[in-house]
């Protein structure tokens, strides 16, 4: 099983769907590198785990007028998080949530500290990078553009590991760049995500994932980043969802056909 899925839509969207932090499994062999025990790890993946994102982006998908592109991570970013810098330029590295964490939420240790990024990195982390910069590629092939849209979800109260977790936590956050997200996508969302409680910007998260390929130079590629505070949908740390879901559903849907 490969650990990630590009869910095909149609051929004319240039819509993708990026859900890299909806899984919670993580590899046997992986586990034995994480000193956690299963209790502990259990609530580490509450915490950290963007539930139901990956269904909200299923339902999202059915809903839209033009089926949008869905690429979805089966592993837990408890193995690797893709969406980090694999570099020093990765800020969350401060508190040992690069590329390959070291720290939890609540910054007490993960793994070793010495631990070698470099095999998870190999294994997983680069293949990802690469199927996501080529699904880009197909979108730009086939339409003359592409539009990335991040699916997200964000505690209601701060974690310790939040490096700017003292600003808005609005019911959506909307995480912007300001290459690749022009004015009248991030309008688009602000419309679409209204009857879900109103949006804020880059708070309590910001920016956007485009693979690097593209990454400040490609305008042809739009990203925005939608984070959604979790009690607006589910049962906090890592509980079922609840009617929310809905609502959430037919927004995302609203914003894929804007986009």
């Keep these: 099983m490969s650990s990630f899925e590009l869910l095909p839509g149609a051929p004319d969207s240039p819509v993708l769907l990026h859900v890299p932090h909806s899984a919670r499994a993580v590899p046997a062999d992986v586990r034995a590198g994480i000193v956690l025990d299963d209790a502990a790890l259990e609530r580490e993946l509450d915490h950290i785990t963007d539930a139901h994102t990956a269904e909200l982006a299923e339902r999202a998908a059915e809903r839209a007028g033009v089926t949008p592109w869905r690429f979805v991570n089966r592993l837990s970013r408890l193995v690797v998080d893709p969406e980090r810098f694999p570099d020093e330029r990765e800020e969350m590295t401060a508190v040992g949530m690069g590329a390959v964490y070291t720290r939890t939420t609540h910054r007490t240790a993960l793994r070793p500290a010495d631990t070698d990024p470099e095999p998870l990195l190999a294994r997983y982390f680069r293949p990802y990078a690469r199927a996501m910069t080529e699904a880009v590629a197909d979108r730009l092939a086939a339409t003359g553009r592409a539009v990335v849209i991040d699916v997200h979800s964000y505690p209601s109260e701060p974690l310790p590991y939040e490096l700017h977790g003292s600003g808005p936590r609005p019911p959506v956050c909307l995480g912007t760049d300001s290459l690749h997200?022009?004015?009248?996508?991030?309008?688009?969302?602000?419309?679409?995500?209204?009857?879900?409680?109103?949006?804020?910007?880059?708070?309590?998260?910001?920016?956007?994932?485009?693979?690097?390929?593209?990454?400040?130079?490609?305008?042809?590629?739009?990203?925005?980043?939608?984070?959604?505070?979790?009690?607006?949908?589910?049962?906090?740390?890592?509980?079922?969802?609840?009617?929310?879901?809905?609502?959430?559903?037919?927004?995302?849907?609203?914003?894929?056909?804007?986009?």
Excluded: Q, W
């Design 181 to 259: 997200t022009p004015p009248g996508l991030a309008k688009a969302a602000r419309r679409a995500f209204t009857a879900c409680g109103g949006t804020g910007l880059d708070s309590p998260f910001a920016g956007t994932y485009v693979p690097l390929e593209f990454h400040g130079t490609d305008t042809r590629v739009a990203a925005l980043m939608v984070e959604i505070r979790r009690d607006t949908y589910m049962t906090e740390p890592g509980g079922p969802a609840g009617p929310g879901l809905e609502r959430l559903a037919n927004a995302l849907a609203a914003l894929v056909d804007a986009a």
